[in-house]
């Protein structure tokens, strides 16, 4: 696997009201480059963003990479890490039945195949350079009638 790059991914989402309008932003980064990716949503939920924010970073490379992704979301981190693989099982449901964003779910879960995905959890709003970075970056670009 040492001959995969290693990219280091940080993401976050943001929304204006839960649901409401929403953006998310992704700070890629291998050596010595950055590549900085935002969208938006009209009506959205601050985890769909939080999802939204992974899935494009990783839809984003280019070729089968090692990655470091750092969130502050637990329900993305969690979701993909340990509860995933349950979804999946009972085919993309809650053991208490409908799973609330399941076609983002099984995006990122297409999205992760290639590559060597470590999930890193951050603190939010506590400091951490590139974590604030796209914070910003997310809040920015939520649309604003």
Known sequence: MADKPLVKIYTDGACLGNPGPGGWAALLQYGE???????????????RMELTAAVEALKSL?????????T???YLRRGITEWLPGWRARGW???GGSLANAELWQSLDAAVQPHEVSWH????????????????LARAAVPVN
Do not use: F, I, M
């Open 121 to 136: 959890w951050v603190r939010g709003h506590a400091g951490h350079p590139e974590n604030e970075r796209v914070d910003r």
């Open 72 to 74: 502050d979301s637990e």
């Open 93 to 95: 449901k809650r053991k």
């Open 33 to 47: 480059h950055e590549k900085v990716l935002t969208g938006s949503q009209t009506e959205t939920t601050n985890n």
């Open 62 to 70: 280019k070729r089968d990479c090692r990655v470091d992704l750092y």
